[in-house]
């Protein structure tokens, strides 16, 4: 099974259309287009009775501290920790793609509905968590948001997509679940899984 990404190559830098934040000249940052990216796949296993998809940047900062503080820079080596940006479930096996735009077409403060979509079931992202308690933005975040890493970060963020093929026609997942439910619930029915990675920094001195 292959997955492609055709707006980037793999290993490549994300377009900033594809992201939630980009930069800005004051301020640092502003928001970005967040369109969500088209995906293609070939090659399913002919047993596949369902695809799930989870997008997770595997590079965010464990620990707070630093994130976007003037004057301050967040440690390359700082452990880090996972953030999922998507999380899309009940693919049906016969489609080939999820067309560009299909899962988000801007920034939504307070974010979008999980639930049944043409494409599957969305679930939650982390940016549910990142935006709780904020007056303007919190709200459930489902579906695709793009990249935006802290402005100050040492490390340039690498975001993995991964199609996975499955021998279940639903996960049986439903409300608030996310990219960690997602691969929790797929464990002993994983027939084969193809991943792509695009990178992206906020980071003026690493961009």
Same mark, same amino acid.
């Not at 934040?21 to 596949?48: M, Q």
């Not at 193809?194 to 920094?201: D, E």
């Given at each position: 099974m292959k997955l492609e990404i055709p707006s980037f190559p793999n290993a490549a830098p994300i377009p900033g259309k594809f992201a939630?934040?980009?930069?800005?000249?004051?301020?640092?940052?502003?928001?970005?287009?967040?369109?969500?990216?088209?995906?293609?796949?070939?090659?399913?296993?002919?047993?596949?009775?369902?695809?799930?998809?989870v997008m997770v940047d595997n590079?965010?900062?464990?620990?707070?501290?630093?994130?976007?503080?003037e004057g301050r820079t967040v440690p390359h080596d700082l452990e880090r920790a996972a953030f999922y940006h998507w999380a899309l479930v009940d693919i049906p096996p016969d489609l080939t793609e999820i067309p560009e735009g299909a899962d988000s077409e801007g920034v939504t403060p307070r974010g979008k509905a999980p639930g049944a979509t043409a494409y599957g079931v969305r679930g939650v992202n982390d940016y549910t968590?990142?935006?709780?308690?904020?007056?303007?933005?919190? $709200? #459930? =975040?489902a579906g695709y948001d793009g990249p935006c890493p802290p402005w100050n970060d040492e490390r340039i963020h690498?975001?993995?997509?991964?199609?996975?093929?499955?021998?279940?026609?639903t996960l049986g997942l439903s409300g608030g679940f996310g990219g960690a439910e997602v691969l929790a619930a797929m464990r002993g029915h994983l027939l084969d899984a193809?991943?792509?990675? $695009? #990178? =992206?920094?906020l980071n003026p001195s690493l961009r």
């Open positions: 939630f934040c980009a930069p800005a000249d004051e301020g640092h940052v502003t928001f970005a287009p967040n369109i969500s990216p088209r995906l293609r796949w070939s090659g399913v296993p002919p047993d596949a009775r369902s695809l799930a998809v590079d965010v900062p464990s620990v707070p501290d630093d994130v976007n503080q968590g990142w935006f709780a308690g904020d007056e303007e933005m919190g $709200g #459930t =975040y690498n975001y993995h997509f991964t199609l996975y093929a499955l021998d279940v026609p193809s991943t792509w990675t $695009g #990178t =992206y920094t």
